[in-house]
Every structure is written in structure tokens, then in C-alpha cells.
Nanobody, 124 residues
Framework: QVQLVETGGGLMQAGGSLRLSCAAS????????VGWFRQATGKEREFVAA????????NYADSVKGRVTIFRDIAQNTVYLQMISLKAEDTAIYYC?????????????????WGQGTQVTVSS
């Protein structure tokens, strides 16, 4: 059983940047895909980005492509989400999730393990 802990959220300024971390405990991310999702108040949870831990392959939502980078630190067993040019519409709770296998899924239903979420608020 992998347990996920997100850190790095908070109050941000529009135009700024942030880096969220997703650390695993209980096991490594080997043979997992790790994804970031976000949920704004009153909206569905949506896919942001995913990374294949084994080969580093990535997938991004069109809505954030060019502003978001997902990457991993193998030694730290941690996945990061870097966002630049923050906008008010990036305000949401950001969740880290993990699923076994290779598919860089965009569907929340295909992820088995979830963190508790971290709030990101972007003020304009």
C-alpha cells in the first residue's frame, strides 16, 4: 500500500510560480504512474499531469500545457509539479494520485491511491 503526502500549496500571486511535492511512504513509486489532479470549488476533479515513474514519460492536460512540468526525483522517491505564470483559475485543491502500470491515464477512476490534497490559492 502506497501512501501519498502532498506539500507546497498556499497563497500565491498571479504570475508567480509554485512547486508541489508528492512523497510516497510505504513503498517506492517503481511500476507506478503518478498523477496530479485538481478540484476547484463546485467543479469536477480534473487531470493536470502524469508521469511514468519507470521511464519518465509524461502527459499533460491541454489547459496547462506549457505552464506545467511534472518530474521525479528517484533518490527522494518524490514527484513534483512545477507551475509558472499562475492564474486565478489555477486556484484549487491539488491532489497527488498513483496507479500501478504504465498507462498515463487522465481519469480519476483509474487511480487507486490518493493523497489528502493541498490547497493552492492564486490571488490576482
Amino acid at each position: 500500500q502506497v501512501q501519498l503526502v502532498e506539500t507546497g500549496g498556499g497563497l500565491m500571486q498571479a504570475g508567480g510560480s509554485l512547486r508541489l511535492s508528492c512523497a510516497a511512504s510505504g513503498r517506492t513509486f517503481t511500476n507506478y504512474v503518478v498523477g496530479w489532479f485538481r478540484q476547484a470549488t463546485g467543479k469536477e476533479r480534473e487531470f493536470v499531469a502524469a508521469i511514468n515513474w519507470n521511464n519518465g514519460g509524461t502527459n499533460y492536460a491541454d489547459s496547462v500545457k506549457g505552464r506545467v512540468t511534472i518530474f521525479r526525483d528517484i533518490a527522494q522517491n518524490t514527484v513534483y509539479l512545477q507551475m509558472i505564470s499562475l492564474k486565478a483559475e489555477d486556484t484549487a485543491i491539488y491532489y497527488c494520485a498513483a496507479r500501478g502500470g504504465w498507462h498515463l491515464s487522465v481519469s480519476t477512476h483509474e487511480y487507486d491511491h490518493w493523497g489528502q490534497g493541498t490547497q493552492v490559492t492564486v490571488s490576482s
